[in-house]
């Protein structure tokens, strides 16, 4: 029995073991499910494997819904998780769950994401957008959100997303753009709201606000844009000409162009029953602010040249100008009148119809050559006499310019004349003021020169004086010095033996000689001979011997 017990230790950790080893074997193998980065992890409850109750029995979730889950995340009903799971490991055991690996959606660059939402409650009627983000919309449908460039992680089961790029809508002559729309600059981008859009109050229909210049995203179920090029844009409306074999256009005997097709151009009778035919070019524009009213009347800018430009050019051109004869249409005045006329005209037209216009130009009136020959022969008689008349009234002014000439030459010559002479009298005066300056300096100088030896006299004098006065001070210095000497010693001679001793040589030897009074001629012959043998005793070197 004691034997027993320890066996049976030992087998039921031996079991607990392999139990715990067979658990994380599955766990790490049949359980582990890998998903990669750029996927997502759809994972659907399938509830037990087997109907027995210890397992816990678990309803379907509706249909159309996810299943419901407890705080922890636990299934509570059968059926799809909302939340996916990212990249990563994860362990869920494939008899309780349906795991599928689902690619992240990709939208790139020129492509926009449209979704529409597959779960949630019908639509109000009269909607047809579904407002709210991804996992947060809750009605089926078309969201009006869109998506641009970027990753989404999208629940299939939920959401279809559909990527789509640039979206051209053809309408007759109308282009309608959404999608991915770009908005060159010159552009603008005129707004039509499919459907009305509460959370920023806007109703259907062109809007009045125009896009800048960009990109934009736009939901073809919700907005499609009209691309208007803003700015003026010119028309031209004239007559064919005929052109020689070389190419350059032939003119009729009067020097104006001969016209080819007589229907070309603007063609309307003047008043008095003469075909013409009218060129006319206009300078016309679409401005921002006039965008919208123009898509609204006339759908695209195109038909604004087509229906509106082009016609109004032609009506007030043939409304005016057959108020007028072909004379009127022809000479200057009456012709510059109607071309002021018809350009304010049109431009007052085109103004009430919301279109700029920068210019309105009748640029040549064709007049038939049998109406036009004669007035231009007229014009050309009347041109010419007025030519010679201002050529005779030139030669009259040209005579009047010469006579000036002349009389500028001969005021010049009398004005070069008066400068001389005030340049030479100009020249003596100032000779003569510079002579009386040099004069006046000289005699300057001569007194400066005066005073300075006046100056250098006195300065003589004093220094002599002064020098007097120091060799005074000087000689009664050393006066008043030898007195006080003299007064110091006692008497004079006593003053003078110690000058004269003083004045002795360092090596000075005395030889005294005494013969007594009245002595010294008797003695004189040894007192020579003492002399003569000094000088010797130098003379060898030896000194004598004091006597």
Not at 15 to 20: M, T
Not at 408 to 430: D, F, Y
Not at 464 to 482: D, N, P, T, W
Request: with cysteine.
């Amino acid at each position: 029995m004691n034997r027993l017990i320890p066996r049976l230790v030992v087998w039921s950790v031996f079991a607990v073991l392999a139990l715990l080893a067979t658990g994380v074997i599955i766990q790490w193998t049949y359980n582990r499910i890998y998903v990669p980065v750029g996927s997502s992890l759809l994972l659907r409850y399938k509830g037990p494997p087997l109907p027995l109750p210890f397992l816990g029995q678990r309803p379907a979730a509706a249909r159309g819904t996810f299943a419901k889950v407890d705080e922890q995340g636990r299934p509570l009903e059968v059926g799809i998780l909302e939340e996916l799971k990212g990249p990563g490991r994860h362990f869920y055991c494939p008899l309780w769950w349906e795991r599928t690996l689902v690619p992240d959606v990709v939208v790139e660059p020129g492509e926009v994401g449209i979704v529409v939402s597959k779960m949630g409650e019908p639509l109000p009627e009269g909607t047809f957008l579904v407002e709210g983000d991804l996992g947060e919309t809750k009605h089926k449908g078309i969201l009006r959100k869109t998506f641009g460039p970027g990753r989404y992680r999208v629940n299939p089961y939920a959401y279809d997303f559909k990527k789509v790029t640039e979206v051209t809508i053809q309408s007759g002559t109308q282009v309608k753009h959404a999608g991915w729309v770009r908005i060159p600059p010159g552009y603008v981008g005129v707004v039509t709201n499919l459907a009305s859009n509460p959370a920023k109050g806007i109703q259907p229909g062109i809007q009045d606000e125009v896009l800048p210049p960009g990109i934009y995203l736009i939901n073809e179920k919700e907005q499609q844009v009209d691309i208007v090029e803003i700015g003026y844009r010119e028309v031209t409306i004239e007559a064919k000409l005929k052109k020689d074999p070389d190419g350059k256009i032939a003119h009729e005997a009067g020097g104006e162009p001969a016209i080819a097709d007589p229907d070309s151009g603007i063609g309307f009778p003047s008043n008095d029953g003469f075909p013409i035919i009218m060129d006319f070019t206009a300078i016309w524009g679409v401005m921002p602010e006039q965008a919208p009213a123009i898509i609204r009347k006339f759908g695209n800018v195109d038909s604004v040249e087509s229906k509106v430009v082009v016609p109004q050019i032609e009506s007030i051109c043939r409304n005016m100008g057959s108020k007028l004869g072909a004379v009127e249409l022809l000479i200057g005045e009456s012709r510059q009148k109607f071309q002021k006329d018809t350009s304010e005209e049109f431009r007052k037209v085109l103004a009430a119809k919301g279109i700029s216009v920068m210019n309105g130009l009748v640029r040549h009136i064709h007049i038939p050559q049998e109406i036009r020959e004669p007035i231009q022969q007229a014009n050309i008689a009347g041109e010419l006499k007025l030519t010679r008349e201002q050529e005779q009234k030139t030669a009259e002014t040209e005579a009047l310019l010469r006579e000036a000439e002349e009389k500028v030459k001969l005021a010049t010559q009398e004005i070069e004349s008066e400068t001389e002479k005030l340049v030479a009298k100009r020249l003596a005066e100032g000779q003569k003021k510079a002579e009386e300056t040099k004069a006046e300096t000289k005699q300057l100088v001569a007194q400066i020169d005066k005073q300075v030896a006046e100056l250098e006299a006195q300065t003589t004098v004093l220094l002599g004086e002064a020098q007097a006065k120091v060799k005074q001070f000087s000689e009664e210095a050393r006066a008043e010095l030898f007195g006080l000497a003299v007064q110091a010693f006692g008497s004079g001679q006593a003053y003078n033996l110690w000058v004269f001793a003083n004045r002795l040589p360092e090596d000075v030897q005395l030889e005294l000689l005494y013969a007594g009074e009245g002595t010294f001629w008797t003695d004189l012959k040894g007192f020579t001979q003492a002399l003569l043998a000094r000088e010797a005793a130098e003379t060898k070197g030896n000194s004598p011997k004091s006597p």
